[in-house]
């Protein structure tokens, strides 16, 4: 099975600050890689799918790269309402891992 | 507007079988993938099941390996539904299920989310 591992697994900034997550993947996945952010107590929502193409009605200070098997999610400037957590996921072979997330709060 | 309405969830004791639904409307139900992912309390989401669609060729099932020979997952394409009969419950199995919506006809990552049914399994 494929791991996928983020870091880091919390952090706090302050409104306007950029944010990058990582998710790395243990073997190649061909950018078969998504993006959900899940407010507290909310189903989760898809930002970013094939690593790097942003959903439509997605705020575009959310952005997504790859490189190999690392990829990165990007908030260009922290809103308070980006406060979630991120996970991201593989959907390249069963069992479409999704990373243990990372939680993004308000400093 | 697509919406995906799960039902079927409870309390069940470790050992006992539970189904669980998800009414689908606002979307061409036979075109896509749909999966079933799970978020045990205060936990991270898990892929649990899935069932593709390629037309006349039929649907084919996927299944997490601690799930694959006690989950089942059906879809009838002629009530929009997609079921899951959970069977073997264990402890560890307590968790919301979410109904999702696959990209396309054989695409897991999900455009669209349902609410979520709660199971709990326990004595």
């Known amino acids: 099975d494929i791991q996928m591992t983020q870091s880091p697994s919390s952090l706090s900034a302050s409104v306007g600050d950029r944010v990058t997550i990582t998710c790395r993947a243990s073997q190649g996945i061909s950018n078969y890689l998504a993006w959900y952010q899940q407010e507290p107590g909310k189903v989760p929502k898809l930002l970013i799918s094939?690593?790097?193409v942003l959903r439509s009605g997605v705020p575009s200070r959310f952005s997504g790269s790859a490189s190999g098997t690392e990829f990165t999610l990007t908030i260009s400037s922290l809103q308070p309402e980006d406060v979630a957590t991120y996970y991201c996921q593989e959907y390249n072979s069963v069992p479409f891992t999704f990373g243990p997330g990372t939680k993004v709060d308000i400093k | 507007e697509v919406q995906l309405v799960e039902s079927g969830g409870g309390l069940v004791q470790p050992g006992g079988s539970l189904r669980i639904s998800c009414a689908a409307s606002g979307f061409t139900f036979t075109n896509y993938a749909m999966s079933w992912v799970r978020q045990a309390p205060g936990k991270g989401l898990q892929w649990v099941s899935g069932v593709s669609t390629s037309g006349g060729s039929g649907s084919f099932t996927k299944y997490e390996d601690s799930v694959r020979g006690r989950f089942t997952v059906t879809r009838d394409n002629s009530k929009n539904t997609l079921y899951m009969q959970m069977n073997s419950l264990r402890a560890e199995d307590t968790a919301v299920y979410y109904c999702?919506?696959?990209?396309?006809?054989?695409?897991?990552?999900?455009?669209?989310w349902g609410q979520g049914t709660l199971v709990t399994v326990s004595s």
């Open positions: 999702a919506k696959g990209r396309d006809s054989d695409n897991y990552s999900f455009d669209f």
């Open positions: 094939t690593a790097s």
